[in-house]
């Protein structure tokens, strides 16, 4: 089946710095993703992307849907303490918005030093 | 803005007993999703429902049973609990037009 990596697996940053991760497939996909999980909590949508090539900023977060369909990244700017948590990359496999599920990648995990 | 709620949020059940979870997609919301995460895992997919009809159906084990009723909710029905399905177990909705799913805070089930 899809599975989707994430790289990396985790990351400590000083405060203010700036984050990139990024998220990999073998298979194309629709949609892109991103989450962010805090401990014992639901995952929370960050972003959404839609088609090849586009880059969509939500606040400090910018992430871009790569033209091959099989990548994405999401960039975090000037990081604050409550940007700590998982970061999930989350995958629509197919056109069928009806019954895929979404397939997630492993997550990235990020601290961040005051 | 209403979300996605999750009932109960813990739960904590004896191996061999049974256990119902129970999810509220957010209004006209019509596809539920159900995941579950183990400790430190990411969220695995386990079924799926589209307008009152199971639409997916990914890792579930043959002991657990989901449905959607009318109103859109959806229990997660888990019989004959074993040690392993201890995790969050997690609900996701969202509108057959839209692909952005949101979920909601879990349910903590720990059998013992």
């Known amino acids: 089946g899809q599975q989707l990596n994430q790289s990396p697996q985790s990351m400590f940053i000083q405060e203010g710095e700036d984050v990139s991760m990024n998220c990999t497939s073998s298979?194309?996909?629709?949609?892109w993703l991103w989450y962010k999980q805090d401990p014992g909590e639901g995952p929370v949508l960050l972003i959404a992307l839609y088609k090849a090539g586009e880059l969509t900023s939500n606040g400090r977060l910018t992430a871009q849907f790569g033209i091959t369909r099989k990548d994405s990244f999401l960039n975090i700017s000037a990081s604050i303490p409550s940007d700590v948590g998982i970061y999930f990359c989350?995958?629509?496999?197919?056109?069928?918005?009806?019954?895929?599920?979404?397939?997630f990648g492993p997550g990235t995990r990020l601290s961040v030093l005051p | 803005a209403a979300g996605v709620i999750q009932s109960p949020r813990h739960l904590i059940k004896e191996k061999r007993e049974t256990a119902t979870l129970k999810c509220y997609p957010i209004?006209?919301?019509?596809?539920v999703y159900w995941y579950q995460q183990g400790p430190g895992q990411d969220p695995q997919f386990l079924i799926s429902f589209y307008e009152k009809m199971q639409s997916d159906k990914g890792s579930i084990p043959d002991r657990f049973s989901a449905q959607q009723f009318s109103d859109y909710h959806s229990e997660l029905n888990m019989s004959s609990l074993e040690l392993g399905d201890s995790a969050l177990y997690f609900c996701?909705?969202?509108?057959?037009?839209?692909?952005?799913?949101?979920f909601g805070q879990g349910t903590r089930l720990t059998v013992v």
């Open positions: 989350a995958g629509q496999p197919t056109d069928n918005p009806y019954g895929q599920n979404f397939v």
């Open positions: 298979s194309i996909f629709n949609t």
């Open positions: 996701a909705s969202k509108f057959r037009l839209n692909t952005e799913a949101f």
């Open positions: 209004p006209r919301h019509d596809t």
